[in-house]
């Protein structure tokens, strides 16, 4: 089986989007039934190359030209499935499994799916043969405005790589004045353009909290930031 997956981001990319896609995808591509894997991601570099089956196109920024780039793949290719890997990409994955009439996938990662979107999507998500969603709260959330089966929407959520670092806890073990507290952690990009993951909501509420629970530590752990040389090079190519 020939699979294409039409991506916003993937290999060479940072975020949780970008690191469900690459777990997810390597796995899939370990399925015996699976031949080939091509990945056409908006966004990444080519600083982090797939293992096979999987390849990874170039990423195409323009939202024009990445249609036309997928539909052309699509067309040489001819892929037995298609994966849309987010709903915003999801008209053009509809319209390139309807051009080869081969079934869809669509994957949800949480905020994109909570509200319903504009009525082309909307329609469109009732027709697509295979959801799968991060967590059961996305998907309660989706299928509230989604005229879908429930049948087809499952939930494959986030997993954690094997061995895993146990070096951050360790740290937090050792910290002083650390140890003894009950800890509440939030794990995410800081990103005002990512507000809606409520850093700042907690942060507000700690006074409250510190009343009822005097020991409490709020703990934020991000992603380290890649090097900023990396990120002009990509954009200079």
């Known amino acids: 089986m020939k ?77 037995d499935l298609i994966f849309c890997g987010h709903l915003n990409l999801l008209p053009l994955a509809w319209l390139i499994s309807k051009l080869l009439r081969v079934p869809l996938w669509l994957q949800l990662h949480g905020i994109d799916a909570w509200e319903r979107p504009n009525s082309i999507t909307a329609k469109m998500a009732k027709k697509v043969n295979l959801v799968t969603c991060v967590s059961r709260y996305t998907r309660r959330r989706f299928l509230s405005w989604a005229n879908i089966p429930p049948a087809r929407v499952k939930v494959l959520p986030n997993t954690v790589s094997e061995p895993a670092n146990h070096q951050p806890s360790r740290m937090l073990k050792e910290t002083p004045g650390i140890k003894e507290k009950k800890t509440l952690l939030t794990v995410g990009r800081l990103s005002a353009s990512e507000c809606y993951k409520g850093h700042d909501r907690i942060i507000a509420c700690l006074p409250q909290l510190i009343e009822e629970r005097p020991n409490l530590c709020y703990l934020i752990g991000r992603r380290r930031r890649r090097p900023q040389a990396s990120r002009s090079t990509h954009r200079a190519a």
């Open 3 to 79: 699979l294409l997956a039409l991506v916003t981001d993937a290999f060479g990319a940072p975020g949780g989007i970008a690191r469900y896609n690459r777990d997810f995808l390597t796995a899939l591509a370990m399925q015996p039934i699976i031949g080939s894997v091509k990945v056409l991601p908006r966004n990444g570099t080519s600083e982090e190359q797939p293992p096979a089956p999987v390849e990874q196109l170039v990423p195409v920024p323009g939202k024009w030209l990445y249609a036309a780039k997928a539909v052309r793949q699509a067309l040489t290719q001819r892929p």
